[in-house]
């Protein structure tokens, strides 16, 4: 069975810094997706980034990127000139190839962006 | 920008009573999700359901959840007979496609569930 694991429940950073969160997973399968969600306290989900575990290229989508590690099974989100409205809980996901959509989340890490 | 709605937002019932949380997918979406967030702990998935079939669903998918589109738009979950335990928030999401550059899945806004 897969699992993802997020081994910060909390995390602060001053507006206009960089902030990484992490995320490792476990899984026997070589072809999967992750995914970063982000959870503003108004509390609907919304995709950050996205990544395909066959393409090497780490994603970037803005002031967001990824460091994807496939052989450590590592997937960590970087945040880069953070901004009081990334404040939010951001989980981690996995997905497995296939027809299903299966989405298993992480515990989630909560950003606060201070000012 | 289509989204994915909810209805209620909150619904109070009593142990034992049988609850229906209502979603509406985006239109031109074909794969349809519940998930639930019980209080404090992680997004927890429920079910997947493609061409009127559940695609897969988790232990926690008993016999007492049961989901449906009843018509082309609505996508419903059931929960026959409402334990003390099923309170939470319960997600309903889409998307193009279970798999490939099509599979983001957007979630709608959830509704809480307070079973007393």
């Known amino acids: 069975a897969q699992t993802v694991t997020q081994s910060q429940p909390e995390m602060s950073v001053q507006e206009a810094e960089t902030v990484t969160l992490s995320c490792t997973y476990d899984t026997s399968e070589n072809n999967y997706y992750l995914f970063w969600y982000k959870q503003p306290p108004s509390r609907q989900m919304i995709l950050v980034i996205r990544?395909?575990?066959?393409?090497?290229q780490n994603a970037t989508e803005n002031r967001f990127s990824v460091n994807f590690q496939k052989a450590a099974k590592s997937f960590s989100l970087k945040i880069s000139d953070s901004q009081l409205g990334d404040t939010a809980m951001y989980f981690c996901a996995f997905m497995k190839h296939g027809n299903t959509g299966k989405l298993i989340f992480g515990q989630g890490t909560t950003l606060q962006v201070k000012p | 920008e289509p989204e994915v709605t909810q209805t209620p937002s909150h619904q109070v019932t009593q142990m034992g009573q049988e609850v229906i949380l209502r979603c509406v997918p985006i239109s031109n979406h074909l794969y349809f999700y519940w998930y639930r967030q019980i209080l404090g702990q992680k997004v927890e998935f429920l079910v997947s359901?493609?061409?009127?079939?559940?695609?897969?669903k988790s232990e926690i998918f008993d016999d007492q959840f049961s989901v449906e589109r009843p018509d082309g738009s609505n996508f419903t979950l059931k929960i026959r007979s409402t334990k003390l335990e099923d309170s939470a928030m319960y997600f309903c999401?889409?998307?193009?496609?279970?798999?490939?550059?099509?599979?983001?899945?957007?979630f709608g806004p959830g509704t809480r569930l307070t079973v007393l």
């Open positions: 999401a889409s998307s193009e496609r279970a798999s490939g550059v099509m599979n983001e899945q957007f």
């Open positions: 359901f493609y061409n009127n079939e559940i695609s897969e």
């Open positions: 990544q395909e575990a066959y393409k090497q």
